[in-house]
């Protein structure tokens, strides 16, 4: 099997200013072609730290991704590690390279200097493939198997996340010319509302006859809920695809309505067909939301989706009472007999923003996000989400609301979990309504 | 100097389904305290590979953080592996786990199984630091001098990020039992709207002269700008302490106003500073917000500041015309001749918000995030901001606005781009009006 480690360079990993996002987009990528990723691993911008620990990279595995150090700035040295690796005599210029650079300084009307022209500068040792995304190119040194006892092919990348993820379909046709690939298939079944622990006994007696080529993992999110991920190795067999099928269609029935899509599918994703009614037809239903703690995140989940301007008006951030009243027309008297925080308040939001932008349906929250606030009544965690559906013909309106009790201290997973399960209510409420 | 590694553990790391946002957590906390953190290793759920890996970070450094592998199914073998590493003889109860198991369960109403209960159960090589917020707790692994050469301590977390967050003071606390730590400084200077190899330019000579104990680096992110980091070893010197101070004072200089925070600032925390009038005063002004294509991005980000109901009112998302029309009172026939990602569009915008929620500022956004539509004259990456001032002395309004081209095909990069924007247009507005 054909193996790939991750390597991101740079002292602000390492001191914890900057997550590294590279290296989980590089593995999705290599791991959807059949290359096993074996290992990730961060160090520091230290000229021999780098060239001590790519060399063991080489040594271990095939294919060695570098990340980040490429900048124009002193502190960035992957490039001369990688001169020095390599065993360099000199560098050479990209002229394509240099073109990108005078284009991008150009667009932005920035002075073109000297440590911009040199980013198109590279050891003589490498191949370059253009980076159209920013002026560090992608560089790829080859290396034959009396070096390291196999092939190995090392990719060197700018760290900033967007150029990278540019770059990687070059990466990836690269890598299919260079390795005969095995074939690894992985489908997700993805779950909200039900705990771990109890998800896995539903499906204990299931997972225990699973054959041995068929793995399946567990990934629990806030946002999205938990997904179950199956892989199947050795996918060339078409039986083996058959069976994981098969498999696949028994989990989901174990899970039944718990079960709200697949692959990379979210609570936001799926609102496209969601909002389809009749189901199969054109029509989109339309949907608006009122927010109160969850502050704008429930809108912006929901705009993380392309093409939402099809079912998406908008919506309310009510922050203040005052816009709860004013803007959303919620009667002041709820307020002042249940509070901001309470079932009456979220239902008379979310009527009020379907009202206001003309929706069918609606989703509301409000609650105390935290850290500070809350009472032994109403504790820190605390939300009330409400959803409505206004019927078209009758006229009539439905709200359905439930509590939350999120049992973080974080001001952040709060958030998250209220926004979800508002989201998560609305599928459970527009899926019985319309299947 | 004390020296650490971070290994998390994880196929769904491997694979790239989820990023890990753990490391960056834990090597802040121990850069704080002055422990280096010298690398972080990502691995799979393989017994072998658990071991071998963490035999070799205990080997290169005094401290190993782990985490994942935790969880109560079948595919979390961290602490088999570690009950292995470590040559316990067996298993011993951790009774305050055990009571933190039944109470979390407990309030979730969800059933005690079986495989909850073994969380409590820990190597009887190990101490317990029990995990208030989760399942299972925190594991502390003595190696003494003879077995790696010198001191080593393991520490295995949770995966789950606010759980592993919760458990770094106390496991602070243990490291500074257990190690004598030297001192390291970070200081930040914040800034937003110049590129860095032209503010790399702007400061070469300044830091061509630097001594060899005081590190620059830049950290550029799309939602904050460029941090540059300057950090300082051997912090014990209280006459490096001065220089240092003396050498961010220069910078700050050097850069005017491009700098507008320091440390852990943001465009969105500096906002309570910002909006008070007049300076120093106990009245803070208050602030609206309406958003087309940032959808919500804007409002969340101010809202994520605790205690920003004090300024923060709330927003429209305006993600159809007629939110705009009928909600912001935005003029028809200004979208109709200018369209509605258009300078007067955004001002019209900025000043319907403001008088709907009868704030001081206000904030609006309009443009296209892409990856669809757009055309030649308003490409992709497009957006107008607009920021509004209401005098409440004369009643007068004052609004600037502003064009973005931001360069990214990614839908996510350009709405961080232009939310980033807006603000920073907002604090320079009201820095010029203020100060």
Redesign the interface.
Known sequence: MTTASICTIG???????????N?????????RIGVK?????????DRNEIIT?LDKCLKQTNIVIVTGGL?????DITKDALASLSGASGYKESAEQLAIVKR??G??H??L?D??LAQAQVPNTCEVIPNQ?GTAPCMRFTFEEDKYGHKAVLYSLPG?P?EA??LLDDILEDIKKNFTLEKII?KNIITFGV????L??QIESW?DALPKWL???????ATIGI?L?L?CYGADDPERVRRMDEETEKLREILGNTVYGTDDDTLQSILPRLLQCPPEAARQETIS?A?SCT??????????I????KY?????????N??KI??LGVNPEIIANFGAVSRECAEAMARGVAN???TDYSIATTGIA???GGSAEKPVGTCWIAVAHRDRTTGDTEVVSKKILS???????N?KRFASNALDLLRRFAEQRLF
Chains 1, 2 share one sequence.
Do not use: F
């Not at 602000?12 to 997550?19: K, R």
């Not at 990723?37 to 911008?45: E, K, P, R």
């Not at 049992?407 to 997973?413: G, I, K, L």
């Open positions: 002292d602000e990993i390492l001191i914890g200013q900057i997550v590294d996002t290296s989980s987009k590089i593995s999705q990528a290599l791991n990723v074996q290992y990730m691993l961060s160090i520091g911008d620990k900048g124009p700035t002193k502190d991008i300084l667009a932005r920035i002075e200097l440590i911009n995304l900033v967007y993820e540019g992985h705990a771990e622990s109890v896995s006994k997972e793995h399946l993992a567990y990934l629990p999110n997904r991920r892989s939301v927010e502050g704008g995140h429930l809108s912006e989940l929901i705009t993380s392309p093409g939402c301007s998406y008006n908008g919506s309310v951030t009510s922050y203040s005052s816009v004013n803007v206001l932008m003309d935290g850290p500070d049992m973080s201290a974080s001001r952040d997973v958030i």
